[in-house]
């Protein structure tokens, strides 16, 4: 059993930055691809980004190109999500996700365990 606890979420202001971890526990480990997902209030869950197992493959939602980061631990078996120039759009709860699968993946459904969430909101 894996499970994932996302840490990090808060309010802030538009223009600002905030840094979001997901921290594994269980046999997930370093193995697995670790994605990020938002869903924001009346959305659909949506992807933001992914990072492979070893860290040296990422791919992002075109709107957060250049503005979010995702990196990873595995010596602590973690991964972040650095959010920068925060819009007012960003605002959701962000989702941990792993999948077992070496290949990045942007669908949600191919993500074999999730976290609770944590709620990002950005004020303008």
């Known amino acids: 059993q894996v499970q994932l606890d996302e840490s990090g979420g808060g309010l802030v202001q538009a223009g600002g930055s905030l840094r979001l971890s997901c921290a594994s526990s269980?046999?997930?480990?370093?193995?697995?691809?670790m994605g990020w997902f938002r869903q924001a209030p009346g959305k659909e869950r949506e992807f933001v980004a992914v990072?492979?197992?070893?860290?040296?493959?990422?791919y992002y939602a075109d709107s957060v190109k250049g503005r979010f980061t995702i990196s990873r631990d595995n010596a602590k078996i973690t991964v972040y999500l650095q959010m920068n120039s925060l819009k007012p759009e960003d605002t959701a709860v962000y989702y941990c996700a792993a999948d077992a699968d070496p290949f990045l993946t942007l669908s949600e459904n191919d993500y074999d365990y999730w976290g609770q969430g944590t709620q990002v909101t950005v004020s303008s």
């Open positions: 990072v492979s197992w070893s860290g040296d493959r990422t």
């Open positions: 269980g046999r997930a480990g370093s193995s697995y691809s």
